[in-house]
């Protein structure tokens, strides 16, 4: 069971904004032909709502989800930093505890 956990504990999902629909699937493409991330899914619509400037802001944008092994953290963060176009874009990540295994094996075979 301790080997189970310790390959679950590889996988992370990194979360990301962008400004639009067009740049998102720019970027995300890219992370994909580059085999960083496995899958990236964009939801269009968002509404973010927050402090910018010594103000609050509120803003459309879309939120991707990108699937990866949490060993390439620092090259999708360095990826999504050089060609975002925010300042300071959001980028999260988030350790996987649980995942099916056949897409696990996916993920694992789409970016090795």
Request: aromatic share 8%.
């Amino acid at each position: 069971m301790q080997a189970v956990l310790m390959v679950m504990k590889k996988y992370a999902i990194v979360f990301t904004t962008f400004p639009d629909r067009k740049t998102a699937e720019k970027i995300c493409r890219k992370l994909v032909e580059q085999k960083l991330v496995a899958c990236s899914q964009i939801i269009n619509g968002i509404t973010s709502i927050y402090h910018w400037n010594k103000k609050i802001e509120k803003s459309k944008e879309c939120l991707c989800l990108l699937k990866t092994e949490k060993r390439l953290f620092n090259e999708v963060k360095n990826a999504i930093v050089s060609m975002h176009p925010y300042k300071i874009p959001e980028i999260i990540a988030v350790d996987i505890s649980h995942i099916e295994e056949k897409y696990r094996q996916w993920i694992e075979d789409t970016i090795s």
